[in-house]
């Protein structure tokens, strides 16, 4: 069963928005929201969840004061800076803990803990476009790549349950660990992209990312119209690639118009930005080998 | 003073917002960009590079020899970097998070340290403004560590040459953001006023608001969606620092390339306030702490 992933190296170039309207083009899917930091296809979505779980991963230190001798060990080991003495006290800053448990079997009197973490939420929910998996991290924890794997997991399993054909994801921005936890084995990557000089660069590295990962990748330049001489670039710097550009789409305010209404873009109009996208999803899943 | 300018997510605006206060900035600063996976900066300040350096992780090296397979390591390992396969021994170095605790507790010395490249840390001048950036090498998972890097850089040259700073942070609010805005002094979101620029900015606002830092809003694209940003911020007493409005116009000339604050004197004046209201925001924070001292 093919895997769409929507990608763009960076937030904002339209990645959301556009995986809102390609959810409502394609028939039979699982959607997912694999931005487990900063997740916003629900705005869109509106979902409703059939099932809620919690997301533990890795533990944390914590120094039992009772039992520390203030010897200092930890904090002396520690790669991470993360253990602190305050007035003679020794204490783990939770925010740079990485969860290494150097400090829990080195300290001599056995006085460090080593709780497992609870990092976020996650669930399975109804939308009015079809079934969905997301997830909320807690703001400032880790662990998003696991939580990312996890998700596209249990997608999987949900598709093969329901006999959908597609699993269709909006991912992360960046290029670091959650991305690479959505893009490892995934069938296509649609990589959303801007006529500016920071679109062009971050399409630059997610396309080598692609390429590191063996994940076959076309591109959309989105707000195309803002720059013709930069969407020129874009266009010849994917020729060169060998990278087809699925689509061109021109800016349109009706994209924010709709994402205030809470609406995909193609629900919410039926110009020449929603036409564009319905020739784009018509490539996307003629490349991701799909029937429709 | 530190500024770090974050966003809860990409594309709200913060290299716009990090390059133009930079550029409009009248005491000595230095811009540094800690949004290692997609460094943007140096694209709008096109600085001249002077120096550069790889930056690594410490892995583990095995001595097979020396390894009599007890598995302490990999019992000690959180990240399933190294690994005991009946009696071998086999070390992922990608894996890594280089915390160095298989090398404590290794009785028969087998492991030794080893390097990974992360990437590298770029440093130069644009103009009177010192520069600093960090690139993740492609592939690489763990952007934290090479940030720590930058950081280090950072402070060397901030003590040969001493003035504010401008971070331009990661988006998200997981552990690079956090820890890109964890030794500021002041915190600047940039956020669009529209129902994911609003969701994202809370996420932010919940992530950062631990740290006790003095935070300000800055709402880029004004008049463009809703007005519930503007009243979450009026809620939660963040101070409104600049409102941006949207513009074809700039949007066309960030797509040059250009500094917005420098594209019109109309958001030349407004950037200047937004550096003084920042500024003021840093006084009135360092006064209440003084207060309460």
Same mark, same amino acid.
């Given at each position: ?168 994801? &909006? ?19 649609? =990589? ?8 062009? $660069? ?62 995909? =873009? ?27 | ?80 970097? =190294? ?30 340290? &080893? ?11 644009? @103009? ?56 500021? &002094? ?10 994911? @620029? ?39 007493? =963040? ?52 207060? $309460?001292?």
């Amino acid at each position: 069963m093919p895997e769409v992933l929507v990608i763009s190296g960076k937030g904002g170039t339209g990645k959301t928005s556009l995986t809102g309207a390609f959810a409502q083009l394609a028939t039979s899917k699982v959607i997912c929201d694999l931005d487990v930091d900063a997740p916003d296809l629900h705005l869109l979505l509106h979902p409703e969840a059939l099932e809620e779980h919690e997301f533990r991963s890795g533990n944390q230190a914590e120094i039992d004061p009772e039992r520390c001798v203030a010897c200092g060990l930890c904090a002396e080991k520690c790669r991470f800076d993360a253990i602190r003495e305050v007035d003679g006290a020794f204490a783990v800053d939770p925010f740079k803990c990485e969860g290494c448990k150097l400090c829990v079997v080195l300290c001599p009197e056995q006085a460090v803990d080593f709780p497992q973490r609870y990092c976020g939420d996650w669930q399975i929910s109804g939308t009015r476009l079809g079934p969905m998996v997301h997830a909320q991290l807690f703001p400032g924890e880790e662990n998003s790549g696991r939580l990312v794997a996890l998700l596209r997991g249990r997608a999987r399993e949900l598709a093969d349950e329901q006999g959908l054909e597609l699993i269709l994801s &909006d991912g992360p921005p960046g290029i670091g660990c959650p991305v690479i936890s959505s893009l490892s084995g995934t069938d296509l990557a649609v =990589i959303v992209t801007e006529p500016t000089p920071s679109g062009r $660069h971050d399409l630059e590295r997610v396309v080598e990312l692609c390429t590191h990962f063996k994940v076959p990748a076309g591109v959309i330049v989105n707000k195309h119209d803002l720059n013709a001489e930069q969407t020129r670039a874009i266009s010849d710097y994917c020729a060169q690639q060998g990278l087809e550009v699925l689509a061109l789409l021109p800016y349109d305010p009706a994209m924010t118009e709709a994402m205030v209404k809470g609406l995909v =873009i193609t629900e919410y109009s039926d110009n020449g930005l929603a036409s564009a996208l319905k020739e784009a999803w018509q490539r996307i899943a003629d490349k991701a080998g799909l029937g429709a | 003073m530190i500024v770090a300018v974050a966003s809860g997510k990409g594309g709200t605006g913060k290299t716009t917002v990090s390059a133009s206060l930079c550029s409009v900035w009248d005491t000595p600063v230095t811009a540094v960009d800690l949004d290692v996976e997609e460094p943007n900066l140096h694209l709008f300040l096109c600085p001249e590079i002077s120096g550069s350096a790889k930056a690594t992780l410490e892995v583990p090296r095995l001595d097979e020899g020396l390894c009599d397979a007890c598995g302490k390591c990999s019992d000690v390992c959180q990240f399933k970097a =190294i690994s005991l396969f009946g009696d071998v021994l086999l070390a992922f170095p990608e894996m890594c998070h280089g915390c160095g605790a298989c090398l404590e507790v290794c009785p028969q010395g087998a492991l030794s340290p &080893d390097h990974r490249e992360l990437g590298e840390v770029l440093w130069g001048s644009s @103009g009177d403004m010192g520069f600093v950036m960090g690139r993740l090498r492609v592939g690489e998972a763990m952007s934290p560590p090479l940030m720590r890097a930058v950081k280090k850089r950072l402070a060397e040259l901030n003590s040969q040459r001493p003035g504010d700073v401008i971070i331009d942070c990661p988006p998200g609010v997981s552990c690079p953001a956090v820890n890109a805005v964890m030794d500021s &002094d002041v915190i600047l979101l940039v956020s669009e006023p529209t129902p994911f @620029g609003l969701y994202d900015f809370t996420l932010a606002w919940e992530a950062f608001g631990p740290l006790n830092k003095p935070m300000g809003a800055v709402i880029n694209r004004a008049g463009l969606g809703d007005g519930k940003l503007a009243a979450f911020c009026r809620e939660k007493g =963040i101070p409104i620092l600049a409102e941006l409005p949207f513009s074809r116009e700039v949007a066309e000339s960030y797509s040059q390339g250009q500094i917005v604050a420098q594209a019109t004197p109309e958001l030349n004046q407004a950037f200047r306030e937004l550096a003084a209201n920042t500024r003021e925001l840093y006084l009135a924070s360092q006064s209440k702490e003084a207060a $309460h001292a």
